[in-house]
């Protein structure tokens, strides 16, 4: 996985609470064994407070905030899942318009667990077959996408993984993609909805 996506930025959004620890370090590692450079980006700058399921784990550094920050900087953005964590993005405007700022540009997007939830406020999911957490089964078909109960599902630069078990093809899919760079046909997916 070396240097597959030398020189290219990823970004990592989270809320500064609620993260599933492992569905962010698993993806972060990967992308630095692939030569990319991981930045953490939240709504405030300061403190992640990252669980294991529902107890308190690590802290994290945001060292970006969402509304500050330009998508176009980035090549890549990956949304780890835990249950809180997507729910509280979906409430801030600046995460929803960032998330969906990377489809209408064709960019990859890596979406774990519970973190389809931002993508479905983001409006990106109509059209889409993706896989998640099983819970999100129905807002994603509500949403007008397809679940599917896979260990990874990519659609046209979108990779999606159902729980931390699915991780290791979740983290390879996730870098191809990441390498492969710019999909149009995510971008027209997006712009005709």
């Avoid at 993806?27 to 308190?56: N, R, S």
């Avoid at 980035?74 to 998330?99: H, K, M, Q």
């Avoid at 990519?154 to 492969?180: H, M, N, Q, Y």
């Amino acid at each position: 996985m070396s240097e597959q996506i030398e020189g290219k930025k990823v970004a990592f959004l989270v809320a500064n609470e609620g993260v599933e620890q492992i569905e962010l370090t698993r993806p972060w590692e990967a992308v630095e064994q692939a030569g990319g450079e991981p930045v953490l980006i939240a709504p405030e700058a300061g403190t992640v407070q990252a669980f294991e399921h529902l107890d308190k784990s690590d802290t994290f550094e945001a060292t970006r905030v969402v509304a500050d920050v330009d998508p176009g900087d980035y090549d890549g953005l990956i949304l780890p899942g835990g249950v809180a964590n997507p729910d509280i993005l979906r409430t801030v405007p600046a995460a929803v318009e960032f998330t969906r700022s990377f489809f209408e540009a064709g960019k990859p997007v890596a979406a774990i667990c519970h973190a389809p939830w931002t993508l479905i406020e983001a409006g990106v999911v109509d059209g889409r077959t993706l896989t998640s957490w099983p819970s999100l089964r129905t807002d994603i078909r509500n949403a007008g996408g397809e679940w599917v109960d896979e260990e990874v599902h990519v659609d046209a630069g979108l990779v999606t993984s159902r729980k931390p078990d699915d991780l290791d093809a979740f983290c390879e899919k996730a870098i191809e993609e990441i390498a492969e760079g710019v999909h149009a046909e995510q971008r027209e997916a997006t712009v005709a909805s």
